[in-house]
Every structure is written in structure tokens, then in C-alpha cells.
T-cell receptor, first 110, second 111 residues
């Protein structure tokens, strides 16, 4: 059983900011939160990982509240090439026995 | 750096045949995993390894065996192929802490 819950699909337009929220009510103390992106016919690609508060890299930001029961992936100014499936995962250290859920299908429109 | 290399890229098997999906990484990663992805679905963890000589079962291990004799290689063996094992198989590796690197996948059809 996946440890996370996220919306099945989202729609956005080019240039908008997209926020995808993931619920992980039973997150354990040693669990990290990791997000992956997957394009059709490709393997998933690591986007960002965090434990608490906020993490930012060149691609996205990850917001984690103090209780860590949810997290939000923020994609600034999306483009058509950001159309993909986005997976939220929790796991020990972010790498031990990672279980994927169904993911969120993001469609970016012109 | 080749990353994670999976072979073959495509394979057609007859029901009952056995085969080994190869996975090799050249990044000296400790952690390796095998996933399968059915059409339109998310990935499901088959087996994983936290280092050479150490493997464990994931969500859907039945019908598959793994071994990890070296850090670099993590082969997945299908013991007796069944149509339900038709899927795309992904191998992934990480040193821990910075996300998994996935291979390009093996597309397996069992007829």
C-alpha cells in the first residue's frame, strides 16, 4: 500500500506556477520526501528531496510543514515540456524500499 | 559515466520460458532496485538491494529472483514467464541521499 496520496491529474497553462500537494499522514521519523518526474516511455527522473521546511533547486521547490504530514512540490513558470507524471514518495533516507504511488498527471496547455 | 545500463531493451518470451534482465551501474552506488510498470500505471517495487550480497523483497516479488554478487550488477531473473509479467522493467541505483538514477527500461512481452 502506497504511503502517499496525491491528485490523479492537474491542468495548467504555460507560464503559470504549479503546486502539487502530497499527503503522507503516516510518515516516519527517518523518512525523507522525494519527488520524481516521468515522461512517457522513460524511467523516472529525480527532481527534489527534503526532510523539513523548504528545499529549492534549479528545477523546483519543496515545501514541508512542521508536522511533515504533507508536502508541496512547486514548479515555477511551467512550459509544455513539464507535461509529465509526478510522483511523491517517502522512504527511509529517501532511498530505502521506495514505493511509488499512482502519481499526478500534469498537463500543461499553450 | 554510462549511468544505469539495462539489457535487453526489448524482449519477447513464450509462456514458461526463463530469462535474465541485466542491470549494471558504474557509479559505485550501494542501493539498487527493480521496478515494473504496467501500461498507464505507476511503478511497483519487485526487489531491492542495499549492498553487495544483500537483497530483499518489494511489493511484487513472486515469479522473480535477484542476486547481488557485485556492487555494479543486479540481474533480475524470471523463473517461468507468464503473460501477467508483460510489462516495462526499470532498474535504478543510488548512493543514498540524492535520488535514484533509473535505466531506460526493458520492454518485455510474454505470449
Amino acid at each position: 500500500l502506497a504511503k502517499t496520496t496525491q491528485p490523479i491529474s492537474m491542468d495548467s497553462y504555460e507560464g503559470q506556477e504549479v503546486n502539487i500537494t502530497c499527503s503522507h499522514n503516516n510518515i516516519a521519523t527517518n523518512d525523507y520526501i522525494t519527488w520524481y518526474q516521468q515522461f512517457p516511455s522513460q524511467g523516472p527522473r529525480f527532481i527534489i528531496q527534503g526532510y523539513k521546511t523548504k528545499v529549492t533547486n534549479e528545477v523546483a521547490s519543496l515545501f514541508i510543514p512542521a508536522d511533515r504530514k504533507s508536502s508541496t512540490l512547486s514548479l515555477p513558470r511551467v512550459s509544455l515540456s513539464d507535461t509529465a507524471v509526478y510522483y511523491c514518495l517517502v522512504g527511509i533516507g529517501g532511498y530505502n524500499k521506495l514505493i511509488f504511488g499512482a502519481g499526478t498527471r500534469l498537463a500543461v496547455h499553450p | 559515466n554510462a549511468g544505469v545500463t539495462q539489457t535487453p531493451k526489448f524482449q519477447v518470451l513464450k509462456t514458461g520460458q526463463s530469462m535474465t534482465l541485466q542491470c549494471a551501474q558504474d557509479m559505485n552506488h550501494e542501493y539498487m532496485s527493480w521496478y515494473r510498470q504496467d501500461p498507464g500505471m505507476g511503478l511497483r517495487l519487485i526487489h531491492y538491494s542495499v549492498g553487495a550480497g544483500i537483497t530483499d523483497q518489494g511489493e511484487v516479488p513472486n515469479g522473480y529472483n535477484v542476486s547481488r554478487s557485485t556492487t555494479e550488477d543486479f540481474p533480475l531473473r524470471l523463473l517461468s514467464a507468464a503473460p501477467s509479467q508483460t510489462s516495462v522493467y526499470f532498474c535504478a541505483s543510488t548512493r543514498g541521499g540524492d535520488g535514484y538514477t533509473f535505466g531506460s527500461g526493458t520492454r518485455l512481452t510474454v505470449v
